[in-house]
Nanobody, 127 residues
């Protein structure tokens, strides 16, 4: 059964860091763009970052996370990582990874509409 699985969430103080990982089973990620999006209680889903497939590799970020988050891919390990630094309370939410088109659409809202996504991992930023 093809599925995406996220890991690495947790509780962190403001200014701290977390590293999220997205793994796939049943299919490979190399020909797919992979995005991360998040959802906080009472808020709409928000696209966070996207990386195009292994042939392109371009990365895109929502304005709210530029300079703090880094998305990368390891197609040998079939994983995508989201390194999150200088975390803020507004970064709190459930983070999902999602796979779809080979090339990332530039608009973050489209990343929330990717066809395949995992169950998510909770990130809580609080003192």
């Amino acid at each position: 059964q093809a599925q995406l699985v996220e890991s690495g969430g947790g509780l962190v103080q403001p200014g701290g860091s977390l590293r999220l990982s997205c793994g796939a089973s049943g299919f490979t990620l190399d020909y797919r763009a992979i995005a991360w999006f998040r959802q906080a209680p009472g808020k709409e889903r928000e696209g966070v970052a996207c990386i195009s497939d292994y042939r392109d590799g371009n990365t895109y970020y929502a304005d709210s996370v530029k300079g703090r988050f880094t998305i990368s891919r390891d197609d040998v390990e079939n994983t995508v990582t989201l390194q999150m630094n200088d975390l803020k309370p507004e970064d709190t939410g459930v983070y999902h990874c999602a796979a779809d088109h080979p090339i990332c659409p530039p608009e973050p809202y489209v990343w929330t509409e990717f066809g395949s996504w995992g169950q998510g991992t909770q990130v809580t930023v609080s003192s």
